[in-house]
């Protein structure tokens, strides 16, 4: 028999995943960016914090492409 729950649950959390890596991380840098043309030194501060959160991001996809297999067995 079909589910259609399940089917649901695997769309939607496909796409809340695709949406958050896919336009979350450009949006962060943007913001980032945003921040860091501003003088004010708080805005400074978010906006390095911006930038260290795309560079972590960045990492992580960099090491899960290198060693996948070898941290997930996939």
């Known amino acids: 028999m079909f589910d259609l729950s399940a089917l649901l649950v695997s769309?939607?959390?496909v796409l809340v995943v695709g949406l958050?890596?896919?336009?979350g991380i450009p949006t962060?840098?943007?913001l980032g960016a945003r921040q860091l043309e501003q003088s004010a030194p708080r805005?400074?501060?978010l906006?390095?914090?911006a930038m260290?959160?795309?560079v972590l991001l960045a990492a992580m996809?960099?090491?899960l492409i290198v060693f996948g297999k070898a941290l997930f067995g996939i």
């Open 20 to 23: 958050l890596l896919g336009a």
């Open 52 to 54: 260290a959160v795309c």
């Open 43 to 45: 805005n400074r501060v």
């Open 28 to 30: 962060i840098y943007a």
């Open 47 to 49: 906006g390095w914090g």
């Open 11 to 13: 769309i939607v959390s």
């Open 61 to 63: 996809g960099i090491v």
